[in-house]
């Protein structure tokens, strides 16, 4: 063992990742030794245990980005997040397991589909639509994949202190091994393990960050008292504070939180799991909706646990840090709560001859503590230097995806480091396991056997190569885009409008409505993909600014909407998927309904 490395990162921490690796590995191992079959391959030999299925869902739909990602963005906006909690568990489980996951698990069974592009094409028999979907999976899921291979990577480096390269050699390498060799089966087997170091990691963060603060009342209603701390640019467009929601309204730019919130936070990430490829094929693992409904349970204190722990946990890091903060140095330059001392101050340091010097351009919202660091002249006229306590995100240098790790370091024993080291990696390998699993079927058997119905070779041979092309490619795309993974962590926001408006009309009507036809679903699929990439590139003032194409057409401005305020924050899925929708059902009712025999084997009991 590398004595250095050992010195700086602890003996305890390299042995808890060295022996989570092995157990992974083993476990992935255990899934290749029990797949003989495609079937096994590729959806678990449609045997899977309704907890394993529960912890696989969970696991992969939370990654690293959702516990620090979404994370922080609560220790910026506040509880409003939550509402992204509730939609995870009433959409994401409940409407899922009880209500899609029966329909998609008999017919997915009856059609012998062992993919979600291929359990649509069945559906609508048509070879187009499951190449369509393939390719589509296939060209964007990398890109989603490499933001969760780089938070995941960057992480490992950060905490081992070792090279970049080398974690995100390391990191794809193990999840490679266990996705190629053990299939859907390992994939499955090594989401359970890391759902429940996951479950046990954000129990703890919840209950030692309430004990820190004094109890649950005690906690809330600190954050509650904060309010006027809420920096000036969030106040311009509605923030309230961080218990309470953002001012509702349209045509104004005080209500672009709401609908960033709301539309973007809730709806796009909240509605587009429904059509995640990677879960949907889920629901055929399993042997029957008895199985299904067991699942619901842990599914839903699993996704509270997970994403109720992060937005909570993120929310009262400004409670904790404006408790127990640094101190920070300044100049008063605008009162804000007289009674409770809370003002935005103008940051100062000593310079070497022990002077006071403003930090240019850096302002603070704290409260003041009562002393002083000491005083300075201006105008002639003696200005105390005060100390205060600030609010996460100045602790975090406006990083808002520095505000769990950095609230982890300072609030949680260091013992929980390593525990809160192998929940992010957990979190980050069972999602990427499962991508990695969704493109090589999908390029392999959705689109190369389609394409090449006389292909020589197994199903599981061809699917292998496609894995390990996905993974090259987004193993590229993660060595590239580390310094300057903006477009790559947009991508994740695309891929999920994507397949929302994409493909959900057409999984829905194809389960649900029996006069949906081929050309309705084709129609459907490429309006969807049609009106959320305009939407993306021309009118999402956040991702099309990043795009760089709609700054051609408009002298510069990022949005084809900039004029018209809260138009340039509302997420493609609002307009996207009611378009998609509606041209679904006009087009199933133009066209000629599906033949009997494709329907009653469709949906025979």
Not at 425 to 433: N, R
Not at 476 to 489: C, D, G, H, R
Request: proline letters at 3%; a positive charge; aromatic letters at 12%.
């Amino acid at each position: 063992m590398n004595l250095e490395l050992a010195n700086t990162v602890g003996v305890g921490s390299i042995l808890a990742v060295v022996v989570y690796l092995l157990v992974v590995v083993y476990l992935g191992w255990l899934g290749y030794r029990g797949t003989k079959s495609a079937t096994d391959y590729l959806v678990a030999g449609r045997k899977a245990h309704p907890v394993i299925m529960a912890l696989s869902y969970g696991a992969t739909f939370i990654s690293t980005s959702a516990i620090v990602g979404f994370g922080g963005a609560a220790g910026l906006f506040g509880f409003s997040v939550l509402w992204l909690t509730f939609l995870n568990i009433f959409v994401g489980i409940f409407i899922a397991f009880v209500f899609i996951g029966g329909p998609a698990r008999r017919m997915g069974h009856a059609l012998d589909a062992h993919t979600f592009p291929e359990l649509l094409g069945r559906r609508f028999d048509s070879k187009f639509i499951q190449v369509f979907a393939g390719v589509l999976i296939f060209v964007f899921m990398p890109l989603y994949s490499s933001a969760v291979l780089i938070g995941g990577s960057e992480f490992l480096s950060t905490q081992l202190g070792i090279d970049y390269n080398v974690a995100l050699l390391v990191f794809s390498v193990i999840t490679a091994a266990y996705v190629i060799m053990g299939g859907l089966k390992g994939v499955m087997y090594t989401d359970a393990l890391q759902g429940a170091i996951m479950f046990i990691g954000m129990g703890i963060l919840l209950v030692w960050t309430y004990i820190k603060l004094g109890g649950m009342t005690a906690g809330h209603q600190a954050l509650t008292d904060m309010a006027s701390l809420v920096p000036g640019k969030l106040r311009e467009i509605g923030h309230q504070g961080w218990t309470a929601m953002p001012l509702f309204g349209f045509g104004d730019k005080k209500y672009d939180l709401w609908w960033t919130v709301i539309s973007t936070i809730t709806m796009g990430v909240g509605i587009g799991v429904l059509a995640q490829p990677q879960l949907v094929v889920r629901f055929m693992t399993v042997k029957s909706k008895r199985e299904l409904n067991r699942a619901v349970p842990v599914g839903g204190v699993f996704i509270l646990l997970m994403t109720g722990v992060a937005f909570i946990v993120g929310s009262l890091s400004n409670a904790y840090f404006n408790k127990y903060g640094a101190d920070i140095s300044g100049r008063v330059v605008k009162v804000l709560d007289a009674e409770k001392n809370m003002a935005v101050i103008q940051v100062m340091n000593k310079d070497q001859s022990g002077a006071w010097l403003d930090v240019e351009g850096k302002l603070a919202p704290v409260r003041l503590t009562g002393e002083t660091a000491g005083a300075i002249i201006i105008e002639s006229k003696d200005v105390a230097v005060l100390k205060g306590k600030s609010i996460s995100v100045v602790y975090a240098g406006g990083n808002v995806g520095q505000i769990i790790p950095l609230y982890v370091t300072s609030a949680m024993p260091k013992w929980f480091g390593v525990i809160f080291l192998l929940t992010l990696l957990s979190a980050a390998m069972s999602t990427l396991s499962s991508q990695f699993h969704t493109m090589g079927t999908g390029i392999g058997r959705d689109v190369y056997e389609q394409l090449n119905p006389k292909h020589a070779g197994g199903t599981m041979g061809i699917t292998r190569c496609g894995i390990v092309l996905g993974i090259v490619i987004a193993v590229v795309l993660s060595y590239f885009a580390q310094k300057s993974p903006i477009i790559i962590a947009r991508a994740t926001a695309i891929f999920f409008g994507l397949c929302a408006s994409t493909f959900l009309p057409a999984l829905l009507g194809g389960l649900f409505f029996k006069r949906m036809t081929k050309a309705a679903a084709i129609a459907s699929m490429i309006t969807g993909f049609v009106a959320t990439s305009f939407w993306l590139i021309f009118v999402k003032a956040q991702e099309a600014g990043d795009i760089g194409i709609v700054q051609k057409f408009t002298d510069g401005k990022t949005s084809i909407l900039s004029g018209f305020p809260n138009w340039p924050v509302v997420d493609p899925l609002i307009v996207a998927l009611p378009i998609s929708i509606l041209v679904a059902i006009i087009i199933a009712f133009m066209t000629k309904t599906p033949k009997k025999e494709l329907l009653d084997k469709c949906f025979s009991k």
